[in-house]
C-alpha cells in the first residue's frame, strides 16, 4: 500500500500558521503588527504602487499576507544539529553563514528556508537561527557555569525527536502524524517564563551580554520574534507609531528606493516581561526580562555579488560619517546621510539588470520581430522578454545587528571582539550551509532557460 505524506511545504504552512496562532496569544501586540501591515499591503496592491515593484504576478503577491520570518538563539552545536533535522522535515534548508560578532553580538547564524522557486512561491517561511558563542564569554567561571546549564536542558519534546526520526526513515510523515509534530515542535519555541538559573546567575549573564542571559536562562528558544513582511515599510512605520507602538527610531537597510533592494527592517522595543527565578529553598523569586520585540520588513531584489559588494560599499561609507544611535537622537542625519550616499545604486529595473547588480525572473509576453537578435537585451527592447525583480529570502548581518542592538542597548556594542569562524558553526550543524548567491544565480539561469525554450518552440511552430 502507497504511503501518502503530506508535503513539506505543507507541513511547513502549517507550523507557520500554528506559530504565528501562538505568538499572537504570548505577545499581544504582534496582532498589531499584522493587522497594521496587512492594511499596508491592500493599500499598495490597490495602488500604481504595485506597478513599481514589478512583482511576479500570483507567484509574488499571493504569498506575502501568509509570509514570516521567525528568529530563534540556540546554545549548544546539539541543539543546532537536531534543529537542523526538524527543519529538514518542513523543507527547510540553511542558507547563508551570518558572524554577528562583527556587531558586538556573541553569535553566529543561518536562515533556515526553502530553496526552490515553487517551493519559496507555496510558503517561504523561513526561521534566522543563531547559535550561541560561549567561547566568547571572558569569565572563564561563568563561562563554564552556562555551558552546565545549557548541558542539562532538552529543548525538543521525546515524540518531536522520534517524529522526526520517522521522517528520516520513511521519507515523510502522513497527515495525522504531520499535525502531531507541528504540535510537539511548536513545544520548543514556547515561553516559558520560569527561568533555569537563580537571580544571582541571571544578573551574572547580563552583566556579560543580555543575549547571552536570553539563552542561557530559560527552558528553551523561545520564539524571539515573529516577522510579517509588508509592500511599504515606511507606511507600516507610521502605523506603528499611531497606535502607540514603541517603533525603532531607523529603519535598518537600504534607504526608500522606487525599486527596493535587499532588506529594510524596523521593530517595536523589546517587552519587559515578567519572569521567576528558582530560590534555594525551592521557591521563586520574581523578576522580569527583556528579549522579544516585534518586527516588520519589507522585501526587495535579491543583488548579485557585484550589487552586493556597492551595497556594502555605501553602507560602510554611510555608517563612516554616521553611526545611528540605539536611542534615534540622530535619525533625520542618518537616514538624510544614507539617501545622498545611496544615489550612486541605480533604482531602475532595467539598469540594474543591465549593469548585472540584481537577479530577476523573466516571462514571455510576445513574439519577436523579425530580425530580432537573439540576446537578452535585444529581446527586453522588443517586449518579447519582461522581468522582474528575483525576492531576497535572506538576511543582512549589520541590519540583524541594528535590530538587536535596538534592543540590547549601545552599552553591548564593544563588549565582544569579532572571531569569524564558518568552519565551526557548520561542524556543530552536520552539513554545509548553501551559498545564497549560487542559489539566487541558479532560479535567474533557470528562468531565462525556460523562455528561451519556450521562444524556441513557438518560433519552430511558426
Keep these: ?32 503588527l499584522v493587522k497594521i501591515v496587512g492594511q499596508t499591503n491592500v493599500t499598495v496592491l490597490n495602488s500604481p504602487a504595485r506597478d513599481a515593484l514589478n512583482l511576479t504576478p500570483d507567484e509574488d503577491t499571493t504569498r506575502i499576507s501568509q509570509e514570516r520570518h521567525g528568529a530563534i538563539r540556540l546554545g549548544t ?43 519559496l512561491a507555496e510558503n517561504p517561511f523561513r526561521v534566522f537561527t543563531s547559535l550561541l558563542r560561549l567561547e566568547l564569554i571572558a569569565d572563564a567561571a561563568l563561562r563554564e557555569k552556562a555551558q552546565a546549564v545549557l548541558d542539562r536542558r532538552q529543548i525538543f519534546t521525546e515524540t518531536a525527536i522520534a517524529l522526526t526520526e520517522t521522517a528520516e526513515a520513511n521519507g515523510g510523515l502522513e497527515d495525522g502524524d504531520a499535525a502531531d509534530f507541528v504540535r510537539e515542535v511548536l513545544e520548543t519555541f514556547r515561553w516559558h517564563p520560569e527561568a533555569c538559573v537563580d537571580a544571582e546567575t541571571f544578573a551574572a549573564l547580563i552583566k ?25 515599510i515606511d507606511a507600516a512605520q507610521d502605523g506603528m507609531i499611531a497606535r502607540g507602538l514603541p517603533a525603532k527610531a531607523i529603519i535598518e537597510g537600504p534607504p526608500r528606493r522606487t525599486c527596493p533592494i535587499l532588506l529594510r527592517q524596523t521593530a517595536f522595543k523589546a517587552l519587559d516581561e515578567p519572569v521567576r527565578f528558582p530560590t534555594p529553598a525551592g521557591g521563586w523569586h520574581d523578576g ?94 522588443a517586449g518579447v522578454l519582461t522581468l522582474s525583480p528575483i525576492i531576497y529570502e535572506d538576511f543582512l548581518p549589520v541590519s540583524a545587528a541594528g535590530i538587536f542592538q535596538s534592543n540590547l542597548g549601545d552599552e553591548a556594542r564593544d563588549r565582544v571582539q569579532p572571531v569569524s569562524n564558518q568552519q565551526q558553526f557548520e561542524a556543530a550543524l552536520g552539513v554545509p550551509v548553501a551559498d545564497e548567491f549560487a542559489l539566487y544565480d541558479a532560479l535567474q539561469a533557470d528562468s531565462l532557460a525556460a523562455c528561451l525554450r519556450q521562444l524556441s518552440g513557438t518560433t519552430s511552430s511558426g
Design 208 to 232: 556579560a551580554h543580555r543575549l547571552i542571559a536570553d539563552v542561557v536562562s530559560f527552558r528553551g528558544p523561545h520564539i524571539n520574534h515573529l516577522t510579517p513582511r509588508t509592500l511599504d
Design 77 to 119: 552545536a546539539a541543539e543546532l544539529a537536531m534543529m537542523a533535522r526538524v527543519f529538514r522535515v518542513m523543507g527547510m534548508h540553511p542558507v547563508g553563514y551570518y558572524d554577528l560578532s562583527v556587531a558586538s553580538v556573541p553569535v553566529h547564524s543561518t536562515a533556515f528556508r526553502p530553496i526552490a522557486r515553487a517551493d
Design 288 to 381: 522580569h526580562h527583556t528579549a522579544r520585540f516585534g518586527e516588520i520588513e519589507q522585501r526587495g531584489a535579491a543583488l548579485t555579488p557585484k550589487g552586493r559588494t556597492l551595497y556594502d560599499q555605501l553602507l560602510a561609507e554611510v555608517r563612516a560619517a554616521v553611526l545611528p544611535a540605539a536611542d534615534g537622537t540622530n535619525t533625520a542625519e542618518y537616514d538624510a546621510k544614507l539617501a545622498e550616499v545611496f544615489r550612486k545604486f541605480p533604482d531602475d529595473w532595467r539598469k540594474l539588470y543591465d549593469q548585472g547588480l540584481a537577479y530577476f525572473k523573466f516571462a514571455v509576453t510576445g513574439m519577436p520581430p523579425p530580425g530580432t537578435p537573439q540576446d537578452v537585451a535585444a529581446l527586453l527592447d
Design 1 to 32: 500500500m502507497t504511503r501518502r505524506f503530506r508535503s513539506p511545504n505543507q507541513i511547513r504552512a502549517d507550523f507557520s500558521a500554528a506559530m504565528s496562532a501562538m505568538y499572537r496569544t504570548e505577545v499581544p501586540a504582534y496582532g498589531d
